[in-house]
């Protein structure tokens, strides 16, 4: 059974960086796609950034540049760093898992609040 656990969410003034961390448990890890989402209140969740196992990137197109996704498949584990943030990156971030077709597993999420 695969779990994720997310840290490293917090307040943030405008232009200020955070790193999310997103731990994994179970078997496989290094063979699966990863990704972060988000969910702002009042709007669906959308993707952020996806990895593949071999570490190819794909962003959203309002966070490339200032968004980075990385994995560490020794220790389980996928990151975003996040730069130059601003107020409509305010959200629930996701970690999530794909093992099928679709991203099937998922974090409890961590907030990121980023004030004006």
């Known amino acids: 059974q695969v779990q994720l656990v997310e840290s490293g969410g917090g307040l943030v003034q405008t232009g200020g960086s955070l790193r999310l961390s997103c731990a994994a448990s179970g078997s496989f890890f290094s063979i699966r796609p990863m990704g972060w989402y988000r969910q702002a209140p009042g709007k669906q969740r959308e993707m952020v950034a996806t990895?593949?196992?071999?570490?190819?990137?794909n962003y959203d197109d309002s966070v490339k540049g200032r968004f980075t996704i990385s994995r560490d498949n020794a220790k389980k584990t996928v990151y975003l760093q996040m730069n130059s943030l601003k107020p409509e990156d305010t959200a629930v971030y996701y970690c999530?898992?794909?093992?099928?077709?679709?991203?099937?597993?998922w974090g409890q999420g961590t907030q990121v609040t980023v004030s004006s």
């Open positions: 999530s898992l794909r093992s099928g077709p679709d991203y099937d597993y």
């Open positions: 990895i593949t196992p071999g570490g190819i990137a």
